[in-house]
């Protein structure tokens, strides 16, 4: 299978990585605006050759939008212009409900499959692809019903070889869930990264003790302003939303705190015990 | 050397197995208010006995409090009563100021040595305990000038068998710091855990989705409430001014997406990058 892949960062480096080494993309296209870029993907092998999108577009089986989420809305309707009836397109960005509204009349809606990879990590460019990113992580189809049913099974066994699992959801409904259980701890890890970062201007010897507990709650704040941007751009309502109920319960926190409350604080911290059930 | 160890969870069980391995320690006396915990580390094998405090402490060449931080302020100075020119007692508590303002005028006050190993995980109990938790990661000595040469020499050949570097603070200072680099994590962890199950209740499907960033934020919120309640008691101050600071950058930020200003937000994530330069 022919495939080309816009944007050959974290994401679709991964993608490329595991895609060569299963053999099933027979040749890999790389697309990027950053020129840098490209040299290091074509360096490093995972990608084959480089061309214009308007290039490669008629000559591949599955074309992957692996881009910023505002580049993606960008990309999408004029790809969807010029795609034949035996192509598909994916996109694996963490927003969708503007994006699937955008394209929700276009007469090839059928042939893009709507996918986001809950997998990731705080790195970003060519150098941070790694083989085995998604293996054993959830892989989130939207409004899957939409697209086209032999689009949807190449997507499909495209997915199956980055050993995902699989969960269907609708645009809006991915849009409040990945609110909560992705974008916030970005939030809170850029202010949590910040506030460390002020008193450290008095404090210089503060990093020399940085536990382990620290840098896991802090390392998202090395991601990517151009990614998240726009993730905060296109999701900023539902974002809201959980910011403010974060807000509050540190807020309440530190009223307990405030007030010496240590029984109100022990029941607090009993409640939060119960994430064991969910994260192993 | 003869060892106790009083408390036999993750720090003092993963010590016991270090010292053990590296015969440091000879013989190590095991004590804890928890008989289960005394069976289990027993049947781990990182004790080879377990008896009372009392009963223990004229045997031993040195005596460990991996409890938490309310207790040791509760045993150490009956056990600098009862101490030998001979013996050394080393804590390996989160907050110092108050236990070190305690005994600061007791008159075996130079057979103690204040330690903080910067290194844990979110578990808890015997079964937590694992080997080299310790290598690599810092340790924190306070106010060692008030130590006795030969016990501070004794506290320093046993913390050179956990392969741990080493940082001199004073109390205050230690306390300072650790709450923003250790105390504040904890708290925000609580927070989002709080916020992620709240909205739970009415979107079951949300865990699904979990993805390793969240699960990194927000995997500190399975610690013990019996060991961080009193580490918030004794660093109440610390604590809340870390935790208005962070609750201000929050804000911040959401006054930003309130007023859609993503300048203002690129700006602040480009400045929560240079956490980079800290974190590898």
């Known amino acids: 299978m022919k495939i080309a892949i816009i944007g050959v960062g974290l994401i679709g480096g991964s993608i490329a990585i595991t895609l060569k080494e299963k053999k099933f993309a027979s040749w890999v296209i790389g697309i990027d605006k950053e020129e840098q870029n490209i040299r290091k993907a074509l360096s490093l092998g995972f990608i084959d050759e480089s061309k214009s999108l308007e290039a490669a577009l008629p000559e591949v089986d599955v074309l992957i939008l692996a881009v910023p989420v505002d580049a993606i809305c960008k990309l999408l309707p004029s790809i969807l ?48 692809a790694i083989p085995n990113l998604f293996a054993g992580k959830t892989m989130i189809y939207c409004d899957a019903t939409n697209s086209d049913e032999d689009a949807f099974e190449t997507a499909e066994a495209l997915v199956d070889q980055l050993e995902m699992k699989t969960v269907f959801m609708n645009a809006k409904e991915h849009d409040v869930h990945t609110a909560y259980v992705s974008h916030i701890s970005h939030i809170t890890s850029f202010a949590l990264a910040l506030t460390v970062l002020e008193k450290e201007k008095s404090q210089g010897r503060i990093f020399e003790l940085a536990s382990s507990g620290f840098e896991s709650t802090v390392r998202l704040a090395k991601s990517s302003a151009d990614m998240w941007i726009p993730i905060f751009r296109q999701n900023r309502k539902n974002i809201m939303d959980v910011l403010e109920e974060h807000i509050h319960q540190l807020q309440n926190m530190q009223h307990l705190l405030e007030t010496e409350d240590y ?11 119960k994430i064991k059930r969910i994260l192993k």
Chains 1, 2 share one sequence.
């Open 263 to 273: 029984p109100g604080i022990y029941k607090l911290i009993k409640k939060s015990n």
């Open 81 to 128: 212009d010029n795609i034949s009836p035996s192509q598909t397109v994916m996109d694996m960005g963490s927003t969708k409900e503007k994006l699937l509204s955008l394209i929700e009349k276009h007469e090839n809606r059928g042939r893009f499959v709507a996918c986001h990879p809950m997998a990731g990590t705080e790195h970003s460019g060519p150098e941070a």
